[in-house]
């Protein structure tokens, strides 16, 4: 490995300087003077070096995305929020129903409608649904395993 | 009295303004006072710009529809039938079904229609991808192509100042088969022909409707080693000597002829009778700021079917449908518009397979090139493939 000279080094950073016209640019010298004054304490103690360390994993998972990651992460995404909502529309929509309602239906009443709906009992059906997949993720839970 | 608003048009502009309205006036309809149906004569509703990537075997059908309904929210009637007549006058739609539905205030958002009989041969002859089908037989041609010349063209509407469908996409298109062929191997033995019309909107022989764009496309075109001409505006196609003949008097052979094909209206805006463009196309004459159906205030227009100088995409309506919400609250409840459209357009172009570039413009300022990249190809995509349909929802 050789070392330079200093003097030398410094020389050819300014010769690369003189090269760069922005560089001349009397608002570009002093935005630099600014964000160098910024960025002292941080090359100091070396804490400069986590952000490159950032920008650099941050600059390897864009390499490393694909498509199948892509479109995975993306259903993940709208599998995610279409459910959120899905669910708050119901919650906003059955809440304004029944606040619409000045007296709410009787326990007879709700059975009574219960059986005219068709949506609701479907409705009924898929928590009926949910609750016996749930069940039947405990049981596989807490089956005991033998060993290997 | 309830007041009724219909949203005619179940692509991106319909249903996302459906959804905005409920949002917008949650408080009316809440209390009874306010009702929003939207009207679509499909029960699907299809991510059209993924079509253009199923000319390149990279979406399936599957993969880019939702069932209409499942987009809307709870408060909003979806009315699967299709509109026959637009009665204006009479604030009145004719449906298919015989049924009528009169309404307080109208959202007209029925999209366009490609038109490749408009061309003799080219229904015959030529492919497209702004469709599903048509696309699917592209995809089959450019994947089996093993040496020739496919030559690229764009049809613009004979409507002065008026775009063809999404501008951007036959450049994007172009690009991407660059990199297809690459891929298969064939590209040393095809030439790739793209060209563009004499005029395109405001431009004169250019390569894009944009000046600006158009300057920086021969580099790139070059720099991959694709044809490109000026001044090609095809006339006509013979499909038994498979050439394309254009109006400026030139003949271009192909073994593929890729071309923007003209569209039109849909036939019950044609049939309203309140379009003035010329060659029957349809653009219903809209108020550049307040999207308001000239000479009537309680409709509104969006997306394809508007005659303004703005692109016809899904990147238009994102930015018209806050516009036309505001109005008709404002319509509503203090009697006049309150809101203005800027002619905002912002999109990701594909410009390749795997690299993007962010634009913008509106009514002043054109689009302004920028490299083209990574992180832009992975924004694309992820717009492709979920961020879309919170778009549609109304949630973005």
Same mark, same amino acid.
């Given at each position: 490995m050789t070392h330079q000279n200093p003097e030398t080094s410094t020389q050819t950073l300014e010769q690369l300087l003189e090269?760069?016209?922005?560089?001349?640019n009397e608002a570009t010298q002093a935005g630099l003077a600014d964000l160098l004054d910024k960025l002292a304490p941080l090359l100091q103690g070396r804490r400069l070096h986590n952000i490159v360390d950032l920008l650099a994993a941050t600059s390897d998972v864009i390499e490393m995305t694909d498509d199948a990651m892509l479109q995975k992460l993306m259903a993940l995404y709208e599998e995610s929020i279409g459910g959120v909502w899905m669910l708050t529309n119901a919650l906003r929509y059955a809440s304004a129903q029944a606040a619409a309602n000045s007296t709410p239906p009787t326990l007879w009443q709700s059975v009574k409608k219960f059986n005219q709906n068709e949506d609701a009992r479907r409705g009924l059906d898929v928590v009926s649904n949910i609750l016996a997949e749930l069940g039947r993720q405990s049981a596989i839970k807490g089956q005991k395993m033998p060993e290997d | 009295m309830i007041k009724t608003i219909i949203v005619v048009g179940g692509g991106i502009g319909g249903t996302m303004t459906a959804n905005n309205l409920v949002s917008k006036l949650y408080a009316e309809i809440s209390r009874g006072e306010v009702r929003v149906l939207l009207i679509s004569n499909s029960p699907w509703h299809y991510y059209k710009p993924a079509f253009m990537y199923v000319a390149f075997g990279a979406f399936y059908k599957e993969e880019l529809r939702r069932h209409q309904a499942s987009l809307l929210r709870p408060e909003i009637d979806f009315v699967l039938d299709q509109v026959d007549n637009f009665e204006f006058k009479q604030s009145r739609l004719r449906m298919r079904s015989g049924a009528t539905y009169d309404y307080d205030y109208l959202v007209v958002s029925t999209g366009c229609i490609p038109s490749p009989? /408009?061309?003799?041969g080219l229904q015959e002859a030529g492919d497209h991808f702004y469709q599903h089908d048509p696309a699917r037989k592209l995809y089959e041609k450019i994947s089996t192509i093993e040496k020739g010349r496919i030559f690229i063209g764009v049809t613009f509407p004979k409507t002065p100042n008026v775009p063809h469908q999404c501008g951007i996409a036959p450049m994007e298109t172009t690009l991407m088969l660059d990199e297809f062929l690459r891929k298969r191997g064939v590209r040393d033995q095809i030439e790739i022909v793209y060209t563009y019309p004499t005029i395109s909107q405001l431009v /004169? @022989?250019?390569?894009?409707?944009?000046k600006q764009t158009g300057e920086v496309l021969p580099s790139v075109f070059d720099s991959k080693g694709i044809i490109h001409k000026r001044s090609f505006t095809l006339a006509s196609v013979d499909p038994e000597r498979k050439v394309a003949i254009s109006e400026e008097g030139e003949e271009e052979n192909f073994d593929i002829l890729i071309q923007t094909p003209p569209i039109r209206a849909v036939d019950a805006v044609l049939n309203s009778g309140v379009s003035q463009a *010329? @060659? @029957?196309?349809?653009?219903l004459p809209t108020? /550049?700021?307040?999207?308001?159906l000239e000479g009537f205030e309680n409709v509104f227009v969006m997306g394809?079917?508007?005659?303004? *100088?703005?692109?016809?995409a899904g990147g238009s309506c994102h930015n018209q449908s806050p516009v036309i919400c505001n109005n008709i609250a404002g319509l509503m409840r203090w009697g006049k518009t309150v809101a203005e459209y800027d002619g905002k357009v912002q999109a990701v172009a594909q410009m390749g397979m795997d690299v993007g570039m962010p634009l913008w413009y509106d009514y002043d300022v054109d689009v302004i090139p920028t490299p083209a990249t990574k992180i832009g190809g992975l924004m694309r995509k992820g717009f492709n493939r979920g961020v879309y349909w919170s778009v549609a929802r109304g949630l973005v």
């Open positions: 090269c760069l016209p922005a560089l001349k | 009989e /408009r061309i003799e /004169r @022989n250019c390569l894009f409707l944009q *010329p @060659n @029957n196309e349809g653009w108020d /550049r700021y307040s999207l308001q394809d079917t508007v005659d303004l *100088p703005i692109s016809k």
